[in-house]
Structure formats: structure tokens, C-alpha cells
């Protein structure tokens, strides 16, 4: 293939011998980039491209997506179910059955003896949508147990509880098409470029086409912000502050929408009253932005005919996460800028198909955002699926970071954790081990048998990944799209649909209740349980969605009927007057008090722990560690450190060096950069037993969200530094 002028050194792309090329959405970030991967004579996966008529990415990748065919063939893939006694002892192999039966077993031992709720079941945002509705059919209407989350806990919990406290209602109100609406936009605590490289190519194209002024909110001097018309890096924490502030110039200079607030709103005077307190002056002291800025950036924002907001983990990780959120939605709803094209407030989501469990796992309540708490609710669901509604709870249970923390005390005993690798992600790791050597019976159920977290199982069940399995996923615009299966899982691994509907079958005596085998059968029936929904999916099915590269919801039966554009679907929420979730159908303007309640440096412990991503790497790297293309642009954990910090310490580039918390250390190198302020340090949390040693387990109120941005560290230099580098070695073997 030649590509640019024919005559002068053109590119050349090696060929691959690809006869095959087969669609599917990309596995890794919430995008939602439809990929195609190309199969060789012998039916192997060897190229990964871009759709070129597809609506998300127009024929681009990152270079994650650009690689994803490696992942099918790489090393630590589990291939048969393993199981042992304790989980110090050495693996033995074992059949399915045995497996399945075992972990039916040991988890009804364990809720005869201490109770229900004694088993954990903790999953992920990285499944496909009809693994998940029947997973949650699964722990909700046989397994028993309220002890069900996932790790969107760590991630999107906070905006979750943010769109509800203020709309009613979970869901994203915009579109990445409003990028092209917009006449002023504000992204707080997101770096697009490296966590969302095609999103942010979206927004790039349409800044180039439209000029439109970007304000960037961010500690860090990150790539985002580094193409920002204003950067405002702020005080670690203090997102709140600023909202407040902004707010305070814009009722002071009257600039506020007066019929948007009075048509739509409850609330402003209780919201007036405490924004009344945040002048630029005093805000400024608390967040580290200078007055004049604070008003040249409100004024910028609620003078914009179309202003939009976007915002991933600076705001949803903190101790301030969901009220974060509620301020970047006051901010929207008191200029307006919700529903219409260009003004929306966007909460960027994290994971491949985070969006479907908030939609369908019944991880948090039922499907499609019923509620546990709801009568109704119990009903419909217990008759729809033939359980007892008397066998559902009728509150909440525990959310995956209170579930380690109950773990630690001994009153769980068992757990099942699927797709995700807590040893890891979450915060406070030595805590997280105290917890996991609690357990009676564990069971990992992952496509890698070599995480952090099988360490501790006792029974692993290896699972297809990614187009290894079919079924949807559902982006950060809300659009549903396919995974069509490219690849067979190696050896013994089957696709988690498979595994769920094998442990169903153990607990479903007399097979009351019905788990159809197949995605396309599944998405039917979540159909049906749509029907008249927020989130109705009638007008979709596996068809439709391959045909347009995917569909946003709602997409009803009668949109379909109609014969209206499928890509016309949702790209809005609440685009016309009260039409808001709560039952006045208007939003709720909600004030923010302020109070410092998270750790912040001091003498002891003198610099600002920030941890977040890098573009080549995935999460805890069980992935992308284990391909070249990514794993070689930072094979090593490393921290950033200011060159004025470094200067003063003695530091110097690529020495390692032992940082401090007061929960544990970690050894890291050092990476001289001026994208950190000399009193903060960002470390990637990637690497095993690394950032999240360091890590504090303080949580949102609401979401109950870890405040993974924010923590107090000290740094040491370290002597020996041959020493040391076998020490990082040590602690990145996962
Ligand atoms: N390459 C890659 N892409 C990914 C992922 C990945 O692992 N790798 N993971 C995906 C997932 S699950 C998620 S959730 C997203 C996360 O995407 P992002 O949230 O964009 O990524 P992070 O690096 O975690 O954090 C974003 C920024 O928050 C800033 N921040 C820290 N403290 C504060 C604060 O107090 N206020 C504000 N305003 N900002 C602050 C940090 O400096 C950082 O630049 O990325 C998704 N995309
Ligand atoms: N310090 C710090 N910690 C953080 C964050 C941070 O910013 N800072 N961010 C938090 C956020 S936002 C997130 S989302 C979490 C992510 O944290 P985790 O979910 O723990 O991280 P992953 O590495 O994505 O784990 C996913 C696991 O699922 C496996 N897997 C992948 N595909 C499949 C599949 O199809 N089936 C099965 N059964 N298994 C599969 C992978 O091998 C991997 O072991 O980390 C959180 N932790
Ligand atoms: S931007 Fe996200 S969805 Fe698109 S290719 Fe990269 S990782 Fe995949
Ligand atoms: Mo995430």
C-alpha cells in the first residue's frame, strides 16, 4: 500500500497477508472506536484499522487500538481452570464442571454459615452489555448476595451520583457532535490526548473548523493542557472553590439565564445564598487562582452562546467527586447549557463499556436504572424474571471499596471478582492484602491467570477477552455497539457469557429461571425490559448496530418504524423544557459548602501525590504490558518530579528514588519534567505494587469514590542504586 507522493520516499505498510477483515468496537478506552481486525490464510488475527464509515472515529486508532490484535495471543493468557486449597498453595488443573460445581459449593457453604451477604461479587466496567444483564441476573435472583459492585466505584461512580443528585437521573446529556456546536468549552481534570486520543482528535477538528476558546483545569501542565487558550492549574481538591467562584461572578455581573433557571431549576436561592460567600478573592486563596482569571473565565463561559463542560478523574477521584460533579452541572444549568447542541455538561466516561454496567449489571439496583428501593421495581423485574421479589434487598448494598474495608473485618468471607484486578487498582494496597488473606474461598475469573489478584484465589476460571466473545458496549455518547467474535478463546478459556451461564445453571434449581445462551437472544430480552424506558433500546438490535457502527439510546421502536435515521438517535438528553428525571421534571440547583477533608501535604510529608495514566499503558498493564508497541514507551515505574525539586534534593534524572506515605513506600525513577509545580509529583498507577502502595482509602461521601489524586508524600534519594533497581524490579513482575 503506497501512501503521500509516489516519487519521494512514500510509506510502505508490511503485508500482512490479511484475506479477512472482521468489526468490532474497541476493547480499552470508553471511545468507542470501531475497529476492524484482519485475519490471515490460516484465520489468525495479524492487523488492527480504523472504520473508515464509522460515525466515533472516522477511520482512526490509538495506538492501543492499533495493536489489539496482539492481546489474543499473549503471554500469562489463562487457558485452564485452575483451583487449590489455600491460596498459598500450588495450582491444580480441573474440568469446568468441577469448577462451577466447586464454586456453588463453597459459596453456599459460606452464606449458610455467616449469611447472605458473606459473598462478594465484585465486576467491572470491561464486560460486554449482555454478560453483564446476565451476570446481574445471576447475583441478584440466585446467588442472593447485595455485596455486588464494580470497579466503576473507582471510577464513575462520582459522576454517576452527580447526574442523579442534580438531573434525577444517571445518563450523559451530549454527544461528542457537540464539540462542533460549541462556542466555549471547559475541561476539568481530563486529559483527552493521552486517555482519550480520539475524542480529542473530534474536539481538535472542530476547534480548527470553528475557533472556540479551551479552559483547561488541571494541576498538571498535561498535553490537554498544553494546547489550552488558559490552563488553571489549581490547588490539588479544590475544584468546588472555583466552581463557586465562577458561579459568584456570574449572578454578580447578572449573566446567568434567567428563563433557563426559572423554568427549569429548583433551588437558587439556597444556591445563591452559599455562592454568595465564594467572591474571587476569598476563592482565591483556597484554589490558587488569581481573581482576575476566576472572571475572565466566567465570563467567557456564561457569555457563550453554546458552552460545554467535560470532565473524567481530577474531578470524580476526590473527596469532592460527586459534589465536583454537581458543580460543573450547577454551572451548566444556571447558563443553560444543557440539552442544546454545544452546551452540555459531558462527563467523559473510563472504561470500554462502563456505560453498560451503569445500565444493565443491576449492580446497582435492577436493569436500566430501576431501583432496589422501588416496590415496583422488585415486582416487574421478579415477574419478568420468575424470582420471588421478597428475594431481592430492599436497599443498596455495599460498594467495592466499603465491600475490602467489611473484607478486612473478617465479615466477608467470600468473593468472586470478575474482570478487574483490585490488588492493584485500588487504593491502600497493604490494606487490600490484610483483606484478601481473610478469605475462605476466592474466585478470579479473568483472561490473564498472572494478576496481582489470582495471587489470592483459590479458584481461577480463565475467560475470553475482548472479540474473543460477542455482544455490545455502550461509549461515552451512550451509543450502543457491537463486538462481533474474531478470535477463539485459547484453550480452555471460555467467553465470560459461557462461564456465567455455567455457575447459573448450579444455582438455578430446576431451572426456574431462564438464561438464553446466546448475546443476540440476551439484547432481545433487555429490549423488552426497556420498553417506555430512559434508556429504551426497542428500535436496536445486533443487526442494526452493525450496520450503522453503532446506535445512541434512547432508539425506540417507534423511531424505527418511522423509518428515522438511526445515527439521528439520542444525541441528546433533556433538550426541551422540564424534562429532567425528578417529578416536576426540573433539575436541582445544589449548594457546595466547602471543607478541606482529604490528606494535603505537611512538614512530614511535604509534596502532593498526583497518580493517573499514560497514553500506552492500560490500567494494571495485564495488557498492554505484555505488548511491545506499548510496553516499551515506559517499561519502568517512574515518578515526575520538578527539575527545581530535584535540584534541591539532589536528585537527578533516571536515579530511583523511595517515596514515602504513610501507608507504605515504593521505589520509583525519576523523571525530571516541569509538567509538575515543585510541591507535587505524579506517578502512573500502572505498575504493580507502585502508586497505590502510596495511595489514602479516604472516600466520597456519595459515591463513595477513593480520592485517588489526592495524597501527602516525602521523598528519599536512595544510596544504593543498584539495590534500588532490583527493588523496582521487584515490584513491577506483575
Ligand atoms: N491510555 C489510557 N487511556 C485510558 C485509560 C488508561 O488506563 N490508559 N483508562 C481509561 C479510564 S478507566 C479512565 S477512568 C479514563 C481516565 O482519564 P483521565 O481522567 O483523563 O486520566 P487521569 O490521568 O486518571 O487523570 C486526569 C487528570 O486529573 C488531574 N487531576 C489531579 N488532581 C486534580 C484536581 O484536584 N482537580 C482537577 N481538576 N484535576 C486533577 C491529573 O493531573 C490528570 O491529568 O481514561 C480512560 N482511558
Ligand atoms: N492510583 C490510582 N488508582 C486507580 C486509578 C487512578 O487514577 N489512580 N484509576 C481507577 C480507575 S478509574 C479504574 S477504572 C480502575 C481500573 O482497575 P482494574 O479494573 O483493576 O484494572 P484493569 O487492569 O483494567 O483490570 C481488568 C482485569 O480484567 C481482565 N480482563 C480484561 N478483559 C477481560 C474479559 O473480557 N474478561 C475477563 N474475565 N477478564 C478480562 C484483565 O486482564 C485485568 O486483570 O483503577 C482505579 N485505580
Ligand atoms: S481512543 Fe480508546 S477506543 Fe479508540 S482506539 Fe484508542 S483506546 Fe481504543
Ligand atoms: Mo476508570
Request: hydrophobic share 35%; aromatic share 8%; proline share 5%.
Given at each position: ?33 470501531s ?125 454517576v ?25 471547559i ?51 479544590t ?9 459568584h ?65 481530577g ?52 436493569p ?70 481473610q ?80 448475546a ?8 423488552e ?51 429532567f ?22 512538614e ?29 514507551f ?52 500502572h ?19 477513593p ?28
Amino acid at each position: 500500500m503506497l501512501f503521500g507522493r509516489t516519487q519521494k520516499n512514500p510509506i510502505k505498510l508490511a503485508d500482512k497477508g490479511v484475506v479477512d477483515w472482521k468489526y468490532a468496537v474497541c476493547g480499552y478506552c470508553s471511545t468507542g472506536c470501531s475497529i476492524e481486525v484482519g485475519l490471515n490464510a490460516e484465520g489468525k488475527p495479524v492487523a488492527s484499522r480504523g472504520v473508515a464509515d464509522a460515525d466515533v472515529n472516522r477511520g482512526k486508532l490509538c495506538l492501543k487500538g492499533l495493536a489489539e490484535h496482539e492481546i489474543f495471543d499473549s503471554a500469562g493468557r489463562g487457558l485452564k481452570p485452575l483451583v487449590r486449597k489455600h491460596w498459598q498453595d500450588a495450582w491444580q488443573a480441573t474440568d469446568w464442571d468441577s469448577a462451577t460445581t466447586k464454586m456453588r459449593d463453597e459459596f453456599r457453604r459460606i452464606q449458610a454459615q455467616y449469611g447472605r451477604d458473606s459473598v462478594a461479587v465484585i465486576s467491572t466496567g470491561q464486560l460486554l452489555t449482555e454478560e453483564f444483564y446476565t451476570l446481574g441476573k445471576l447475583t441478584r435472583g440466585l446467588l442472593g448476595t447485595n455485596n455486588y459492585d464494580g470497579n466503576t466505584t473507582l471510577c464513575m461512580a462520582s459522576a454517576v451520583s452527580g447526574y442523579k443528585r442534580s438531573f434525577g437521573s444517571d445518563g450523559p446529556p451530549g454527544s461528542y457532535e457537540d464539540f462542533s456546536h460549541t462556542d466555549c468549552l471547559i475541561a476539568w481534570g481530563s486529559n483527552l490526548p493521552e486517555q482519550h486520543p480520539i475524542i480529542y482528535y473530534r474536539l481538535k477538528d472542530a476547534q480548527e473548523k470553528r475557533r472556540f476558546p479551551m479552559i483547561v483545569v488541571d494541576p498538571r501542565v498535561t498535553m490537554l493542557a498544553q494546547m489550552a487558550d488558559i490552563h488553571l492549574p489549581l490547588t490539588p481538591g479544590t475544584d468546588v472553590v472555583l466552581q463557586n467562584a465562577l458561579m459568584h461572578v456570574i449572578f454578580k455581573e447578572g449573566l446567568e439565564d434567567k428563563r433557563y433557571i426559572e423554568a427549569n431549576c429548583n433551588g437558587i436561592d439556597e444556591l445563591r445564598a452559599e455562592v454568595a460567600k465564594w467572591d474571587p478573592t476569598t476563592a482565591s486563596k483556597i484554589c490558587g487562582i488569581d481573581e482576575e482569571t476566576i472572571r475572565v473565565v466566567a465570563r467567557l463561559f456564561a457569555r457563550a452562546p453554546a458552552a460545554m463542560q467535560i470532565w473524567t478523574m481530577g474531578i470524580n477521584q476526590s473527596t469532592h467527586g460527586s459534589d465536583g460533579v454537581v458543580g460543573i452541572n450547577n454551572l451548566a444549568l444556571i447558563t443553560g447549557n444543557v440539552g442544546k447542541p454545544g452546551g452540555t455538561p459531558l462527563s467523559i466516561t473510563g472504561q470500554c463499556n462502563a456505560m453498560g454496567t451503569r445500565e444493565w449489571s443491576s449492580a446497582s439496583g435492577l436493569p436500566n436504572h430501576r431501583f432496589l428501593e422501588n416496590a415496583e421495581h422488585r415486582e416487574e423485574i421478579g415477574k419478568f424474571w420468575n424470582v420471588d421479589p421478597e428475594f431481592f434487598p430492599k436497599q443498596l448494598g455495599l460498594k467495592q471499596t466499603d465491600i475490602f474495608k467489611v473484607m478486612e473485618t473478617g465479615k466477608i468471607k467470600g468473593l468472586w471478582i470478575i474482570a478487574t484486578n483490585p490488588m492493584s487498582s485500588l487504593p491502600n494496597t497493604v490494606r487490600v492484602r490484610k483483606a484478601m488473606e481473610q478469605l475462605e474461598f476466592c474466585v478470579v475469573q479473568d483472561c490473564y491467570q498472572d494478576t496481582a489478584s489470582n495471587e489470592y484465589a483459590h479458584l481461577y476460571l480463565p475467560a475470553g477477552t475482548w472479540a474473543e466473545k460477542c455482544g455490545v458496549m455502550t461509549n461515552t455518547e451512550r451509543r450502543v455497539n457491537i463486538v462481533t467474535p474474531v478470535a477463539v478463546p485459547p484453550g480452555e478459556a471460555k467467553p465470560d457469557l459461557w462461564i456465567f451461564n455455567r455457575v447459573a445453571e448450579k444455582f438455578n434449581e430446576g431451572g426456574r429461571v431462564k438464561f438464553p445462551e446466546y448475546a443476540s437472544d440476551i439484547f432481545l430480552e433487555m429490549r423488552e425490559l426497556s420498553k417506555g424506558r430512559f434508556c429504551d433500546i426497542t428500535g436496536m438490535d445486533h443487526e442494526l448496530l452493525l450496520k450503522h457502527r453503532g446506535v445512541q439510546w434512547p432508539y425506540t421502536a417507534e423511531q424505527r418504524a418511522r423509518g428515522e435515521e438511526p445515527l439521528r438517535g439520542g444525541k441528546r438528553l433533556y433538550t426541551e423544557d422540564a424534562t429532567f428525571r425528578y417529578p416536576d421534571g426540573k433539575a436541582k440547583l445544589i449548594p457546595l459548602p466547602f471543607v478541606v477533608n482529604y490528606e494535603s501535604p505537611d512538614e512530614q510529608y511535604p509534596y502532593w501525590l498526583n497518580t493517573g495514566r499514560l497514553v500506552e499503558h492500560w490500567h494494571t498493564r495485564t495488557k498492554t504490558g505484555k505488548v511491545g508497541n506499548n510496553n516499551k514507551f515506559s517499561p519502568i515505574p517512574f515518578v515526575e518530579l520538578n527539575p527545581d525539586t530535584a535540584a534541591k534534593l539532589g536528585i537527578r534524572r533516571g536515579e530511583y528514588v523511595r517515596l514515602i506515605s504513610r501507608r507504605a513506600d515504593a521505589v520509583v525513577m525519576a523523571e525530571l519534567t516541569q509538567r509538575v509545580a515543585p510541591d507535587a509529583l505524579f506517578v502512573p498507577f500502572h505498575f504493580h505494587d507502585c502508586a497505590n502502595r502510596l495511595t489514602i482509602a479516604l472516600l466520597d461521601p456519595y459515591s463513595r469514590q477513593p480520592a485517588f489524586k489526592q495524597a501527602a508524600v516525602r521523598i528519599e534519594k536512595i544510596a544504593d542504586q543498584r539495590e534500588a533497581a532490583l527493588l523496582s524490579k521487584e515490584m513491577r513482575q506483575f
